[in-house]
């Protein structure tokens, strides 16, 4: 998606920098740094209501940040004409963390959806993809079900089925395996890898799961609630094993005593 | 371009599809039907020869799943990445796996939509028996936060009414005088104006504004706060802490429009006098005269007919709102359709209402 002239290959898919989230007076985070390389799977991980979900948000421009820039492959995802924030989200794929599928829709429109939006396939085409999409995440058989039909692991799943659906660059994923059992989870976690080896697409995955960030994870940006900010940038296990921080390290670490 | 596909029939049932260069959203659709028609064909063995395949996309890896699950017989890959196989094993369907809804015909959606309704009939009768077997432990358990509840309800229903009841009430009345008075000047009975007036705002118009003002505001509030409770599993938590949704959520408002709505129709019925006045001071009469020939025109009867109206409707506004509210499936749009079918329920449950209770009252001899 070259769609700014100054892209190079090395340019990071995202940029973040000095960046502040806050709630009117109330400060989320602050100064937040980190890059997201072409084809890396990133995960954000952090205590419960740290600002990991807005976090995602001011990423593709959903919510404005207090302060702080950040560019989506080379696009100002801050400042943006309708048009230019049109541009951006062509090329990422979000699966929210309550699923947001569109309750008149079966869960296989939910997924055709996007391919009717922004594709010329036509309507036999654009359901054999949404198929293999959802049999990917292997809910091919609630394929005509409603939302309201449907458990809430299926929904989660539904929702990464459609999140992937125009094989964005860029696909963030908020909590895709809450709910989900660990079996279920890890073939979530092999098609993530072999997404990203296959169309080098870029993950951003916002979970708790230990399990799944040391079997996949390149890095992992850890956020704490109560310094209210970063506290640890970089491979998983590195982190765990000899991050000057002892949160981070017990944090990846829970079963060891502190 | 390159040529992206090579068919070859092999003997008995076999099938081999070469495919060359990149498959993806540009070149997949230009090949899809020619080879899900070959692979159709392929009643013993269907082989997908990948090993010129460029770049494969989703498009691509979809082309590629329907060809095998469209291959009556068994399918082989020759060639392609090892993550190509990975995910065209994760996406492989079993066979005969059910993707669609059927569509239905005509008659058979009559049939559900009339079964539905008996349906919502059944619903009705025993939401009505919930409420009735409900009221006994709502006064047993009555305690100061059920009955702040009850008091929010009527501020609800009632206080934040007022303005669109002022409103509407005048308007009403100011029309109906209109009409009334171009009427009866014809026969040159112009002083009847204000029996007119009196008579159809205590009888009919009063109750009915504020009926109506209820379904549109307070019915309709119902049935989409019920509603959002059911889809977010309000209700379920209610449930489970032993508290009955009918007691803590559904008494407190109907109650709320019970009492609220006669007040509403006697604070209609004054507006709608008022407003009646004003096309009859343009023509010189004196409001003071016109009040008194006003309540000179109607009895206690039609006062007590106002009052039994008020009450029925408000009963049954508030009933079919928290009764749709109640019945609310899952997701948003089910949200939007009680609503409506709240609003609309209740209005024409009023008018019939009101033609019952009119023939009552015409019957008894007032
Ligand atoms: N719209 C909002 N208005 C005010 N505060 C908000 C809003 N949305 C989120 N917050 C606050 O911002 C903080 C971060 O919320 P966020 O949803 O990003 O957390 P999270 O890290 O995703 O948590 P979880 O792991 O529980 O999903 C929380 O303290 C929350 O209360
Ligand atoms: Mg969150």
């Known amino acids: 998606m070259a769609a700014n002239g100054a892209t190079t290959p090395e340019t990071p898919i995202v940029d973040v920098r000095n960046l502040r989230m806050a709630f009117g007076p109330k400060v989320v985070l602050e100064d937040i740094n980190f890059k997201v390389h072409k084809g890396e799977i990133f995960f954000i991980g952090g205590n419960s209501g740290c600002g990991k ?20 492959d080379g696009m100002d995802a801050v400042n943006f004409t309708p ?8 090329h990422v794929g979000v699966s929210y963390q309550g699923g947001a599928l569109f309750s008149s829709m079966s869960i296989l429109e939910n997924v055709c959806m996007p391919l009717r939006e922004f594709t010329d396939l036509n309507a036999k085409e654009r359901e054999a993809v949404g198929m293999t999409k959802l049999s990917l995440v292997g809910l091919a058989p609630a394929a005509s079900k409603l939302p309201a039909e449907v458990s809430g692991g299926m929904l989660k799943r539904a929702a990464v089925a459609r999140a992937l659906a125009l094989d964005p660059d860029l696909v963030i994923f908020d909590e895709p395996s809450a709910g989900l059992d660990p079996l279920s989870s890890s073939d979530l976690d092999r098609l993530i890898a072999t997404l990203s080896r296959l169309l080098s697409t870029t993950f951003i995955i916002v979970s708790h799961e230990l399990r799944s960030i040391f079997s996949i994870a390149d890095r992992l940006l850890l956020l704490d609630a109560a310094r209210k900010t970063q506290v640890g940038l970089g491979p998983p296990k590195e982190l765990r094993e000899s991050s000057p921080d002892s949160w981070v390290r017990s944090f990846l670490n829970p079963g060891a005593a502190a | 371009m390159a040529e992206t596909l090579r068919i070859s029939q ?17 070149t997949a659709p230009g090949v899809w039907d020619q080879a899900v028609r070959a692979a159709t064909t392929a009643t013993k063995e269907l082989v997908l020869d990948l090993t010129g395949l460029g770049v494969c996309d989703g498009v691509g890896v979809g082309l590629l799943a329907e060809l095998d699950r469209s291959a009556p017989g068994q399918t082989r890959l020759d060639g392609g990445s090892d993550e190509l196989h990975e995910l065209l094993k994760m996406a ?13 015909g005509f008659f058979s959606s009559v049939g559900q939509a009339t079964a539905a309704l008996l349906a919502t009939i059944h619903a009705l009768i025993s939401f009505t028996g919930d409420v009735t077997a409900a009221i006994i432990p709502a006064i047993r358990t009555l305690n100061g936060t059920r ?4 008091l929010r309800n009527c501020v609800r229903v009632g206080a934040d009414a007022v303005p669109v009841v002022s409103f509407l009430g005048l308007l009403i009345g100011y029309i109906l005088s209109v009409q009334a008075t171009k009427a009866l000047e014809t026969v040159g009975t112009t002083s009847l104006v204000p029996m007119v007036v ?11 504004i504020a009926a109506i003002i209820l379904a549109g505001r307070s019915g309709s509030a ?55 006045s004003i096309p009859l001071l343009t023509k010189g009469y004196s409001f003071g005269a016109y009040i008194d020939s006003v309540f000179n025109s109607v009895v206690t009867a039609d006062f007590a007919q106002a009052m039994v109206k008020g009450l029925v409707f408000g009963l049954l506004v508030a009933m079919l709102g ?8 899952r997701g948003a749009d089910a949200v939007g359709a009680s609503t409506t079918k709240a609003v609309v329920a209740g209005i024409v449950a009023v008018l019939i209402a009101d033609s019952i209770v009119s023939t009552i009252f015409y019957n008894l001899g007032y």
């Open chain 1, 53 to 72: 979900s807005t976090l995602f948000k001011h990423i593709v421009g959903l919510i404005p940040p207090a302060a702080g820039e950040i560019y989506v």
């Open chain 1, 83 to 90: 048009k230019e924030h049109q541009r951006l989200l062509r």
């Open chain 2, 10 to 26: 092999g003997e008995a049932g076999g099938v081999t599809i070469a495919i060359s260069g990149p498959l993806d959203l540009e």
């Open chain 2, 92 to 104: 492989r369907l079993e066979k005969g796996q059910d993707t669609r809804a059927p569509s239905v």
């Open chain 2, 147 to 150: 009955l702040r509840e009850i």
């Open chain 2, 198 to 208: 009196g008579f159809s705002t205590f009888r009919e118009f009063g109750a009915l």
């Open chain 2, 222 to 276: 119902f049935a989409a706060e019920l509603g959002t409770m059911k889809v977010t599993e309000e209700m379920d938590a209610y449930r489970t802490l032993g508290l009955n949704p009918i007691v803590v959520l559904v008494i407190p408002r109907i109650l709320a429009g019970v009492i609220v709505t006669p007040l509403l129709t006697i604070y209609s019925i004054v507006l709608a006098i008022v407003g009646g």
């Open chain 2, 322 to 329: 928290c009764f749709h509210g109640m019945r609310t499936g």
